[in-house]
């Protein structure tokens, strides 16, 4: 079974620090990973997606994500916060069937 | 432009009541999914559909039923056997098959209780 795992539901960053939110998965079969953001009251907003063969995928409001195979993680990261980065974050992996496996999410709060 | 829309946004039951939240997609996708979240508790898959006239229920399916009877539509009846329905529900759609193929979703429903 294919699973997800988001480490710390709360992340606070200085506004101008580095944002880097922690994902690991587990998959027996090369994953496909995914980044979604959520504002209030509403849907997912994809930001990137694993490539297979790439190490480095940016995305998406200057969101990056590496993909480190040896250590199962997929961790999401951004040079410097801004406010509007404020939301909650999601890290998925496609499962075969069609079915689609979700960390519980990582809300980030981002100080002035 | 494509996508899905949820529809309504807001809706309220009452006790004993059966309530239906549409979802529309124009993306031409195959496949369809209802999510129900609550805080602290992720996105969690009610009931999946690959192709139309066909469904599976996901991993908190009681209390809730959903038809396919037309490829852009899929919606979900929370029926008065689900006995804590105030929730926010989401809509996705996915194209079917192997991939780095994401689901899109939708702006999300919020049902309260009155």
């Known amino acids: 079974a294919q699973s997800v795992t988001q480490l710390g539901s709360h992340v606070s960053v200085s506004e101008g620090a580095l944002v880097l939110l922690r994902c690991n998965y587990s998959?027996?079969?090369?994953?496909?990973l995914f980044w979604y953001v959520q504002y209030p009251n509403q849907g997912l907003q994809l930001l990137l997606k694993?490539?297979?063969?790439?190490?480095l995928v940016k995305g998406i409001n200057g969101f990056e994500a590496e993909f480190k195979k040896s250590e199962t993680s997929f961790h999401l990261t951004k040079p410097s916060a801004h406010m509007s980065d404020a939301a909650e974050y999601f890290c998925?992996?496609?499962?075969?069937?069609?079915?689609?496996?979700f960390g519980t999410g990582t809300s980030l709060t981002v100080i002035p | 432009d494509g996508g899905i829309t949820q529809s309504p946004k807001y809706l309220f039951r009452k006790e004993g009541q059966n309530v239906t939240l549409s979802c529309e997609q124009n993306?031409?996708?195959?496949?369809m999914y209802w999510y129900r979240q609550d805080p602290g508790q992720g996105l969690r898959l009610i009931y999946y559909?690959?192709?139309?006239?066909?469904?599976q229920k996901g991993d908190i399916a009681e209390g809730y039923s959903v038809s396919r009877e037309k490829k852009e539509s899929f919606p979900l009846t929370v029926t008065s056997a689900q006995k804590n329905p105030t929730a926010f529900y989401l809509c996705?759609?996915?194209?079917?098959?192997?991939?780095?193929?994401?689901?899109?979703f939708g702006d999300g429903t919020r049902l309260s209780i009155l």
């Open positions: 996705a759609s996915s194209i079917v098959g192997t991939g780095n193929q994401p689901q899109h």
């Open positions: 998959s027996s079969v090369p994953p496909y």
């Open positions: 694993y490539t297979t063969g790439a190490t």
């Open positions: 998925a992996v496609r499962a075969t069937g069609n079915q689609f496996y």
């Open positions: 993306l031409n996708h195959d496949a």
């Open positions: 559909s690959q192709i139309v006239n066909d469904f």
